[in-house]
C-alpha cells in the first residue's frame, strides 16, 4: 500500500470529492507541422482562428451566467484581429504559424500576470485558454477529455475546460489558481469543490484522490484511516447544507424570536437569475466596479441604465441597494483610477468619484433613471468625511435637475452610505444627512486593525470579529437605534457562520450575505438566543 501523501492549498470552492486522479495534458507536447509557404502558414492559422472561435460560440450557447462574460471576453479577443495580423506579420517574419502565435500572445499574457490587480492576473488564465484553443486547433488536437469524477491536478485551468466538462463527483486541484480567479467563481456558483495553491509537488502518475475543503488539501494514496475521516467529514457537509436549505426560503428569526433582515450582495446583475427573490429582503449591496472593468473601457449611461433596471426589475419592490463605482484601491480601473505608492490610502471610492464628475454624473444619471423601475438605495463608498456626502447629494440634486429639464422620466433614490472608515463609526452623527448606513467590514477591519486585506501574511490580524472591530459596529448600530436610521453590514463577516452570532450581539439586525450562503446564515441565526448574550 503506498504511503498517503497530503498537500494543503487553500479552499476555493468548498465541498468534498474522492475519486481518480486525472493530471493536466501538457500542452508544450503539441506540435504544428509548418506549410510550404508563408501564405499557407497564414492561412492555416486564420483557420484555426476560426475553428476555436465557433467552438467557443458553442460554448456559449451551453454556458450561463458570468460564464457566458467569460467566454464573450474571449471571442471578442479572438474576433479582435489585432493578435492574427500581428502574428501573420512574424510568420512573415519567418517564423511558423504556431510559434508566431504563442509569441503574441505570451506577450499579452505576460502583461495581464504582471498587473497589480487580481481581476487582471485572474483573466491571464483566459487568454492562455484561448492560446491553447488556437493552437489545439492548428495541430489537430482534441480538447482534452477528462473521465467524470475525477479529480483534476493541474497548475491552472482554463474557464473553457472547466465549462466544457460535467463535474458532477468530481472536482479540481490546482497547484497555482486563486481564490479569487474566475474558475474559483464559477466553481463556487456551482457547488464543485476546488483547492487552488498547493504549491510545486512530484505526484504518482496514477493515484486515488481525495480532495477535502475542510482540511483544504489533496490527499493522495489515502490510508483506510483517512479514507473514513474524509467519509464522515463529507457526510457533516451535506447533512448541514441540506439542513441549511431548509431555511433558505423562510424569514430569518433568532432562537428567542428576534427578526433578522437577510439581503443579497451581487455583483454581475446576471447573478440574480440564479437567486429566488423569495429568499431575500433585497440586495444589501450591488458592487458596480465589475461595469467599470469591462475590457471595452468605462461603461455609458445606458449599459448601466440597463445593469441596474435588471436587479430593479428582479427585486419585486424589495430594496435594492446599489453602490456608486468604488474604484481604487484593490480594484484599479484603467482609464479613471490613479497610480499612487499606497492605494488603500489614496484616491479611492467616492473619493475618486467626486474627482472626475465627469465620469461620476453618467452613473448618477443612470441610477436616477433606473429608480423609477422599483425601491433604489444608492450608497456611497469610502466616505470619511460629512461633505463627501453633501457634495454627492449636490450633484445628484443638479443631475435630477438636467433630467427633468428635458423631460427624461426619473426619481430621487434614498442615498445612504457605507461605513468602512474608522472616521464614520467613532462619530455617526456627524454624517446625519445619511438616509442608512451599511457597514463594510471588509475595509472597516483593515483600517481598524492597519492590516491589508489583500496581504494573507497577516490574515490573523484582519479579523472583523476582533473587539475593536466590534465595538466600532456596535457604535453604528446604537446610533441606528437612536436616530431610527437603517443600519446594514454588507462585509464578508456576515457571511461568515463563525461571527455572526458576534455581529448579532452588537445590535445588527440586517446582514447582506453571498447568495451562496442565504440558508446557512439563516440556519445559523436560528440557532442564536440573544437573551444569553453578555
Ligand atoms: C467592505 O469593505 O466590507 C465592502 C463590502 O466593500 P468591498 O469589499 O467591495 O471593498
Ligand atoms: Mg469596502
New binding site residues.
Given amino acids: 500500500m503506498p504511503t498517503p501523501l497530503e498537500f494543503k492549498g487553500q479552499t476555493a470552492s468548498e465541498g468534498f470529492a474522492a475519486g481518480p486522479l486525472w493530471m493536466a495534458r501538457n500542452e508544450a507536447k503539441l506540435s504544428y507541422q509548418p506549410k510550404d509557404t508563408c501564405e499557407a502558414d497564414q492561412q492555416a492559422l486564420i483557420d484555426a482562428i476560426t475553428q476555436a472561435s465557433a467552438r467557443t460560440t458553442e460554448l456559449i450557447a451551453a454556458a450561463e451566467g458570468d460564464a457566458v462574460d467569460i467566454l464573450e471576453f474571449q471571442l471578442a479577443m479572438l474576433e479582435d484581429d489585432t493578435f492574427s495580423s500581428s502574428a501573420c506579420d512574424l510568420i512573415e517574419a519567418g517564423l511558423n504559424a504556431d510559434v508566431a502565435w504563442r509569441e503574441v500572445l505570451d506577450a499579452e499574457i505576460a502583461g495581464y500576470e504582471s498587473s497589480d490587480d487580481d481581476y487582471f492576473r485572474a483573466r491571464a488564465v483566459d487568454l492562455q485558454d484561448l492560446r491553447d484553443r488556437v493552437l489545439a486547433a492548428l495541430t489537430g488536437t482534441d480538447m482534452q477529455t477528462i473521465p467524470q469524477g475525477a479529480i483534476y491536478l493541474a497548475d491552472d485551468i482554463a474557464p473553457s475546460l472547466f465549462l466544457s466538462h460535467d463535474w458532477t463527483g468530481g472536482g479540481i486541484a490546482l497547484r497555482d489558481g486563486s481564490v479569487t480567479g474566475h474558475v474559483a467563481m464559477l466553481a463556487r456558483q456551482r457547488g464543485i469543490p476546488a483547492i487552488v495553491g498547493l504549491g510545486a509537488f512530484e505526484s504518482p502518475e496514477a493515484a486515488s484522490a481525495l480532495l477535502d475543503g475542510d482540511r483544504q488539501s489533496l490527499i493522495l494514496a489515502p490510508s483506510e484511516d483517512l479514507i473514513s475521516q474524509f467519509k464522515l467529514a463529507r457526510q457533516q457537509f451535506s447533512e448541514t447544507r441540506k439542513n441549511a436549505e431548509k431555511f433558505a426560503d423562510k424569514p430569518a428569526r433568532t432562537a428567542d424570536g428576534t427578526a433578522i433582515r437577510i439581503l443579497v450582495n451581487i455583483a454581475d446583475p446576471a447573478e440574480v437569475e440564479t437567486i429566488p427573490v423569495t429568499h431575500v429582503d433585497g440586495v444589501g449591496?450591488m458592487?458596480t466596479e465589475f461595469l467599470f472593468a469591462l475590457a471595452t473601457g468605462l461603461p455609458g449611461e445606458e449599459v448601466q441604465y440597463l445593469a441596474y433596471k435588471k436587479v430593479l426589475d428582479w427585486s419585486a419592490g424589495k430594496p435594492v441597494t446599489i453602490r456608486t463605482v468604488?474604484a481604487g484601491g484593490d480594484k484599479p480601473v484603467d482609464g479613471f483610477t490613479e497610480t499612487e505608492t499606497n492605494p488603500f490610502l489614496g484616491v479611492r471610492g467616492i473619493r475618486l468619484a467626486l474627482k472626475n464628475p465627469e465620469i461620476f454624473r453618467v452613473q448618477i444619471r443612470a441610477l436616477l433613471r433606473a429608480a423609477v423601475h422599483g425601491q433604489l438605495k444608492v450608497m456611497l463608498p469610502m466616505v470619511s468625511v460629512p461633505q463627501e456626502l453633501d457634495e454627492a447629494i449636490l450633484l445628484f440634486e443638479a443631475e435630477a435637475a438636467s433630467l427633468a429639464g428635458v423631460g427624461i422620466v426619473h426619481r430621487m433614490p434614498e442615498i445612504g452610505i457605507m461605513v468602512?472608515v474608522p472616521s464614520v463609526a467613532i462619530l455617526p452623527d456627524r454624517f446625519c444627512r445619511a438616509a442608512f448606513f451599511s457597514i463594510?467590514?471588509?475595509?472597516l477591519t483593515q483600517y481598524v486593525l492597519a492590516a491589508a486585506r489583500d496581504n494573507g501574511q497577516l490574515a490573523y490580524l484582519a479579523k472583523a470579529d476582533d473587539p475593536a472591530v466590534l465595538a466600532l459596529i456596535g457604535k453604528v448600530a446604537e446610533y441606528g437605534a437612536r436616530q431610527g436610521v437603517d443600519v446594514s453590514l454588507?462585509?464578508d463577516a456576515g457571511s461568515d457562520t463563525s461571527v455572526i452570532e458576534k455581529l448579532l450581539a452588537t445590535g445588527l439586525t440586517s446582514l447582506s450575505v453571498a447568495a451562496s450562503r442565504i440558508g446557512l446564515v439563516k440556519s445559523e441565526i436560528a440557532q442564536i438566543d440573544l437573551r444569553k448574550m453578555p
Avoid: A, I, P
Fill in positions: 449591496l458592487r468604488d468602512e463594510g467590514s471588509n475595509d454588507c462585509g
